[in-house]
């Protein structure tokens, strides 16, 4: 299936930058990541707004309502140190997702064709939109810091709207496979965080005695823009706080994380530099304005509290030479963006522009027909070709 596969890939980027054999060779694109490329001024980022939301319960099937949101529960601020077992119930009371199964943009997708008719915006908006998981922006966002794990992004045009799907690296494929007993119940253990911080209705307590079942997930759809770049995105909000002095979304959202305690000034820089980098990131984008983190002791309970303010994160990092620069972050999203508009030029949901990624190297291009990297389902195809004829494709010997 792989008509086109490779065409423009990495392979001829070095015929492209000499100029190749052929006068006529282009250079084939690629995007650099160095940070000091993207420092500058920060760039234009529209207060991210919410669309909508849909849930997806224990059996891991879509709603269109808020079912699976949570309300956030936190234990009363002056009462006794905090003693929360993250171990417990592990592993009888752990339903973890299937993580073999790809659901690509599937449940976005949905939410979208029962949405579009009500998108604001204005006529064409979708169309100049770029549609993806607000985890795929959180990645593209932090890559210029980035050390250890590259990325794969499959890109399609459809109705002029630019569709963005992850493809798990090979390398992430066989990490997850192998993944170390540890590392799978320390998995466990930030999500029973959340099952001691949040109630299931305003103003209920947490029970911690269910099981914890990743199937489950509310999240809510932003729209935002970044540059010339609308957006529109999905993310997993952990809960909403009932008591927050706004109620509108996503002011009132909180997002839950779990750390190691820390001991020394060394400890708390290197958690500025690295895992701060990614909770700023992940919140930013949507504009969920507060993280609440538990810190737990070596046997796994978590021991203390402290919000970070996203609008904060960067002033605790700020003196630090080697730390990170939230415009670097902006700015190359943007630039990654524009490089995905430009390459993308065809409107056609079968033909895929994979964007790859290895720390020290630019995002280089390869294009793909069909199977296996499309990732826009036919059903969603066809509803929105059906309302919105395109003229026919010419024929293609892979359909
Ligand atoms: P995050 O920011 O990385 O947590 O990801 P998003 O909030 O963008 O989540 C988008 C969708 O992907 C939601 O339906 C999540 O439940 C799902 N999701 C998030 N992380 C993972 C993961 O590690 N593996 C799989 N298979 N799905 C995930
Ligand atoms: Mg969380």
Known sequence: MESQGAKRGAGELKDGVTGGPSKRSRPAPSLPTEASLYAGPFPFYRRPSELGCFSLDAERRYHGDSRAL????????????????????????????????????????????????????????????????????????????????GWQLAASRLQGTLYLSEVETPAARA???????????????????????????????????????????FCSVFRSRLGTHPLLFSGEVDCIDPKAPSTQPPACYVELKTSKEMHSPGQWK?????????????????????????????????????TFPTMEMFELIRSDREGWNPSVCMN???????????????????????????????????????????????????AVTQNFPSPPKTSCPED
């Open 270 to 306: 290197s958690f500025y530099r690295h895992k701060l980098l990614k909770w700023w990131a992940q919140s930013f984008l949507p504009g969920v304005p507060r993280v609440v983190a538990g810190f737990r002791d070596p046997e796994g309970s978590v021991r203390s509290f402290r």
């Open 175 to 217: 990490q997850r496979l192998t993944r170390p007993p540890l590392l799978r119940e320390l998995m466990y253990m930030g999500y029973k965080f959340e099952q001691y911080m949040c109630a299931d209705t305003p103003g209920g307590s947490p029970d911690p005695s269910g099981e914890v079942n990743t199937n489950v997930a």
């Open 70 to 149: 949570r309300y956030f529960a936190p234990p009363p601020a002056h009462g006794s140190a905090p003693d929360f077992d993250l171990r417990e119930g592990y592993p009888e009371r752990y339903r973890p997702r299937n993580e073999e199964i790809r659901e690509g943009l599937d449940h976005l997708l949905r939410w979208l064709l029962e949405h579009r008719g009500q998108l604001e915006g204005g006529p064409g908006w979708l169309a100049g939109a770029v549609v993806t998981w607000r985890g795929h922006l959180t990645k593209l966002l932090t890559t210029p810091y980035e050390l250890r794990e």
């Open 332 to 382: 190359f999203c943007a630039a990654f963006l524009s490089f995905a508009q430009s390459t993308v030029t065809q409107d056609d949901p079968r033909l895929v522009h994979l964007f790859s990624w290895e720390p020290g190297g630019p995002v280089t291009v390869s294009v793909h027909h069909g199977a296996p990297y499309a990732f826009l389902p036919t059903w969603y195809v066809e």
